[in-house]
């Protein structure tokens, strides 16, 4: 089983950029020639696993392997709304996602401004009387119900896990793509033309190395953009509805979602670009083609939305991938050619608290102390 990586790996700048850092560089550090653990993919997936695995099991070896930088994927060109469940919603077993996800957080320590005031759900249609948003984007846009939710920093949440992990005692490496994985009686890792054996893999690959994880043809990825508005005046916050800081998304189409960050800017995203293979993400450019389109399309919308935002600047325009299973549930199941890999990922673009939340989980799984979870093969999930 094999992933071949092309390569021009370096496609950050092409994807646009976020208004936030990343500012956790890993150390050159030789690779070991074998680990207890490997965790491969340094998002929040990978790395909430990796700081847990060690903060369970002080003493066990574990090793992160990221193919770039730290968050060069979804992680790191996310939109930060920390919401409830799944993109599939309710899902058998699942557990309170944001307690735990709020939990995990505390108990490593991380600090990434996370701040659970609630999420707004809008849309054209059945909006409440009293609705602080009302936006012109294809109808009227009202809020038509808050949930529980809020926001992190993305920079800080991907810092602050990857400084735990590596405080810890980890060993993260970055520019370590893995290429391919044997799967002898312990799995092996290619990796720069290095193997290294491992007791246990999970591979948190998300959107991309769909060869790796086994997940070409099961999941589909796709790309999706966002865009970041230049500071606004309190005022035109509270004129939109927004001076409570609460992210909101469309339960109805076209889709539009956003957020406040620091200094007043609001964040919004829409638009997905549909990939026949992923290793289309790696030449996707921002400023070409139709990611291009649909940045301008979207900065239409976001200048028409409502009168403070005409003519408002945009300072930050980016995209990121996402993976999409079957059903839109998140996949978190053993390899199916070896019980001792795990895949976890496909969170549907919905993964910012549900990544934190599950990589826990496969954590544990890891080390022998919780099961997988039930829902792919339950009976009664949803359709
Ligand atoms: C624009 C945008 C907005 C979003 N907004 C929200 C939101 O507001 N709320 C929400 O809940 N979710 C949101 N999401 C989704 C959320 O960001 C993702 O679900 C989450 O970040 C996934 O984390 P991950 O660690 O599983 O994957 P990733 O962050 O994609 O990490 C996978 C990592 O694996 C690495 N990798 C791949 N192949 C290899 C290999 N062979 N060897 C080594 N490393 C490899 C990649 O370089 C990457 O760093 C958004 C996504 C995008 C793109």
Excluded at 101 to 111: A, D, G, K, P, T
Excluded at 276 to 293: F, H, K, P, S, Y
């Amino acid at each position: 089983m094999s992933a071949t990586l092309p390569a021009n790996t370096a496609r950050i700048p092409r994807w646009g950029l976020p208004p936030w850092t990343i500012d956790f560089r890993s150390e050159q550090l030789p690779l070991p020639e074998e680990v207890e653990f490997a965790v491969v993919g340094g998002g929040f997936t990978g790395l909430a696993a990796t700081a847990w695995l060690r903060h369970v099991e002080p003493n066990s070896r574990v090793a992160l392997f990221e193919a770039s930088r730290i968050g060069a994927g979804s992680s790191g060109h996310t939109g930060g709304m920390a919401l409830s469940e799944t993109a599939a919603g309710e899902l058998p077993g699942l557990g309170d996602v944001l307690a735990g996800f709020s939990s995990i957080l505390r108990e490593l320590q991380v600090r990434c401004d996370l701040a659970l005031p609630g999420a707004l759900e809008i849309g054209r249609q059945g909006a409440i009387a009293n609705s602080p948003i009302r936006w012109n984007d294809s109808g009227t846009l009202g809020v038509t119900r808050e949930v529980p939710g809020g926001t992190i920093d993305p920079g800080k949440m991907l810092s602050g896990l990857a400084q735990v992990a590596s405080e810890s005692g980890a060993l993260l490496f970055e520019n370590a793509p893995v290429e391919s994985l044997s799967l002898e009686e312990s799995p092996v890792l290619n990796i720069n033309g290095t193997s290294v054996r491992a007791r246990r893999v999970l591979l948190a690959t998300n959107a991309e190395s769909l060869e790796l994880s086994g997940l070409a043809g099961q999941a589909q990825p796709k790309f999706t953009l966002a865009v970041a508005t230049e500071p606004l005046s309190s005022d035109q916050l509270s004129s939109l509805g927004l001076a409570q800081g609460k992210p909101f998304y469309t339960v109805d189409l076209p889709y539009l979602w956003g957020r406040v960050f620091h200094q007043n800017r609001v964040i919004f995203g829409s638009g997905l670009v549909h990939l026949d293979d992923w290793r289309e993400l790696l030449t996707l450019n921002v400023a070409e083609g139709q990611a291009a389109e649909l940045l301008a399309d979207l900065e239409r919308r976001v200048r028409d939305l409502h009168p403070a935002l005409r003519g408002v600047r945009l300072s930050h325009r980016w995209g990121g991938p996402i993976l999409i299973a079957d059903k839109w549930e998140p996949v978190f199941r053993r390899h199916a050619q070896h019980r001792d890999v795990i895949v976890l990922g496909a969170y549907s673009g919905h993964g910012v608290a549900l990544s934190v939340y599950l990589g826990r989980w496969a954590a544990e799984a890891m080390l022998g102390k919780k099961d997988l979870p039930q829902w792919e093969n339950d009976p009664n999930a949803p359709d």
